[in-house]
């Protein structure tokens, strides 16, 4: 196979024009919302035929529009006046035996989801040019799930990988996955093109629209004629913990496949729908020009902390395994190598869109406690602070059983075998509407039970009496339980497409 050499560090993006600036930020998202084959842009209302890891606003559903995107009442990412969603394939390794086993992103862990770096840069063909912000209902795709084999043009150039050694000299990137482990393990790059039309803000094959420079290189030049508005570029990072599996490497080849089943990396992808206040995008495009990428130095910008981002999650609304080991890739992906495009499978099963899934257990009637969301906690300082247990037996019935025994009227489960109880809740801590947070570490004592996360508690509360006591779904109300109606009314109508 081909393997282009690309850009030797991040930064140095190719070659400068003479005039143009280089100013950027860096959006470190820490968090994903949801892993599942959901992808609003290509496949609107119907199951993706692979695993995406997206990043941004829980408004993501199996249909989006911008203002669905906007009205999240929460994002992974940093920057408040962003509402965009963010999203690239999987990775998985396949085990000698056949078998895949997912590769988790830098950030996994206990109760968490890693997320990936946005990159936003002001490259002017010129000194003066105005940049653009993303319109409001803009969105675009950049690479081809597709491609098995170097092409050789700014699009194909555009997605790259850099096989991270952080002891060793810098090594060149190449445009397919590294033969070769990487001791730090591997950040996946994917560049979108920066020329808009000006008219449209989408195209059935969602590329049409932009388009990369017409000299230069992909990620610096002057836009064609064709497509005269220069717009903000943007790429993305992923690092996924490919050294995880530095000692299972077997055979021949490198071990990695993408979720569509791409074995080579050239059909490594990204998916983008704007949901910033485009105003904001706007002013920041044309004030801030820090050329270290520190967006806390933009003042057009407000923050999330990192753990309001960590505590937005999406429950999955596909009821299949895409984590552990796995017989086959999600989906009817089988593993090619090229150099021949990826070809559709035909017949492909039509995989429904379910309820979004519940991470808490029903204690009202049997234990008289409801479930009222996934609150927060502090090792300094305790949210339930008057009593505690652990057990590597937990489970939410056994810590609501010690709790309900010494009388208190919350008990929280942290880190899979912890046991908090209290007798009042501080506000600052309680479950936020709307917010699902990242209680989803499996029990110690029933691993299909959930007993909250890293530093989040799931909260269970006594039932008053005479009153209700209704679980309260992590406040989602308004978010999650909308989601799966639309999604499954749309289902019902939808057609499987087969072009991507």
């Not at 190719?14 to 084959?37: K, N, Y």
């Not at 969602?206 to 000299?215: L, P, Q, R």
Request: hydrophobic share 30%.
């Amino acid at each position: 196979m081909h393997s282009n050499i690309v850009r030797a560090a991040t930064l140095g993006l190719a070659a400068s024009l003479a005039d143009p600036v280089a100013a950027f930020w860096r959006m470190s998202c820490p968090g994903r919302i949801l892993s599942e084959r959901a992808d609003p842009i290509v496949f609107p209302g119907v199951v993706a035929p692979h695993v995406h890891t997206i990043s941004g606003s829980n408004g993501f559903g199996f249909t989006e529009n911008y203002d669905q995107a906007k009205g999240g009442s929460c994002t992974s990412c940093p920057i408040k006046q962003d509402m965009s969603n963010y999203w690239t394939p999987k990775l998985y390794y396949q085990a000698e035996n056949g078998s895949f086993i997912d590769v988790p992103q830098a950030g996994d862990g206990l109760g968490i989801y890693g997320g990936m770096t946005v990159y936003y840069q002001q490259r002017p063909s010129y000194t003066g040019e105005q940049l653009l912000a993303f319109p409001k209902d803009f969105r675009m795709v950049a690479g081809d799930p597709f491609k098995r084999n170097f092409t050789g043009d700014f699009a194909a150039r555009a997605v790259s990988f850099a096989c991270l050694d952080y002891n060793g000299p810098p090594t060149a990137e190449t445009n397919k996955l590294p033969d070769r482990n990487c001791p730090n393990g591997l950040r996946a790059q994917v560049y979108f093109p920066s020329c808009w039309d000006g008219v449209r803000l989408d195209t059935p094959d969602h590329k049409s629209h932009m388009s990369y420079y017409n000299d230069t290189s992909y990620d610096n030049g002057h836009c064609p004629p064709s497509h005269p508005k220069h717009m903000i570029s943007i790429f993305y990072e992923i690092i996924y913990q490919t050294n995880l599996f530095a000692d299972k490497w077997h055979g021949s080849g490198q071990p990695f496949v993408f979720a569509q089943g791409d074995a080579t990396g050239y059909g490594f992808h990204g998916d983008f729908l704007n949901g910033w206040d485009v105003a904001t995008l706007q002013a920041a495009t044309n004030d801030c020009n820090d050329g270290g990428g520190d967006m806390t130095k933009c003042s057009h910008f407000k923050f999330y902390t990192s753990d309001e981002n960590h505590a937005c999650t999406v429950p999955p609304s596909v009821d299949e395994p895409i984590t552990g080991v796995l017989d086959k890739l999600p989906g009817c992906n089988p593993v090619t190598h090229g150099p021949a495009p990826a070809v559709p499978v035909a017949n492909c099963p039509v995989t429904p869109i379910g309820k979004p899934k519940t991470y808490y257990t029903d204690l009202t009637t049997s234990l008289g406690y409801k479930y009222i969301g996934c609150g927060s906690d502090n090792v300094a300082a305790r949210t339930l602070t008057q009593d505690f247990t652990w057990s590597p037996d937990m489970t939410p019935a056994m810590c609501v059983k010690y709790c309900k025994g010494k009388g208190y009227a919350y008990a929280g489960l942290e880190y899979a075998d912890q046991c908090y109880c209290g007798s009042t809740l501080p506000a600052d801590r309680a479950p936020v509407a709307g917010v699902q947070g990242n209680c989803f570490s499996a029990c110690a004592g029933d691993k299909k039970q959930y007993c909250g996360g890293g530093s989040a508690l799931s909260l269970y509360q006594a039932c008053p009496a005479g009153g209700s006591c209704a679980n309260s779904e992590y406040g989602a109300k308004s978010k999650n339980k909308g989601r799966s109606e639309r999604h499954l009314s749309e289902h019902r109508h939808a057609v499987v497409h087969g072009d991507r």
